[in-house]
C-alpha cells in the first residue's frame, strides 16, 4: 500500500469517526439535554470543550425545583452510565445567563 493510499483511507477514517461522534452528540441533546431543560427556567448549551465530550450545557433552576431537577439529572445519569462518564456540579451563579454590554461614552 502506498502512503497516498494510506493517508486518504486516514481521512475517510476521521471523516467516520466525525460523523458518529456528532451523531452520539445529538443523541445526548435529545435524551439529555431535552428532560434537563423542562424543569429549567432557563438552559444553554455552549461548545464542548474537548473532542470526548458530547453536551456541554448550562441551566438555570428555581431553588423550590432544585431536588426535583437533581432526581432527574440522576435518572439521566442511570440512562447514560454504562455508556459515558457523566460530570454534574452546582449550584453556581447564573453568570451564564447574563448578558452584559458595556458602552462606551465619547
Excluded: C
Aim: aromatic share 10%; proline share 4%.
Amino acid at each position: 500500500m502506498d502512503k497516498a493510499a494510506s493517508y486518504y483511507e486516514r481521512v475517510q477514517l476521521g471523516g467516520a469517526a466525525q460523523k458518529i461522534v456528532s451523531s452520539l452528540r445529538q443523541d445526548a441533546a435529545q435524551k439529555v439535554f431535552e428532560p434537563l431543560k423542562e424543569l429549567a427556567v432557563a438552559s444553554k448549551t455552549t461548545e464542548p470543550t474537548s473532542e470526548k465530550m458530547l453536551l456541554n450545557a448550562s441551566f438555570l433552576v428555581d431553588r423550590a425545583n432544585e431536588a426535583l431537577f437533581d432526581q432527574k439529572v440522576n435518572e439521566v445519569h442511570d440512562k447514560w452510565d454504562d455508556k459515558v462518564e457523566f460530570s454534574y456540579s452546582g449550584p453556581w451563579p447564573a453568570y451564564n445567563f447574563v448578558n452584559i454590554r458595556l458602552t462606551v461614552d465619547a
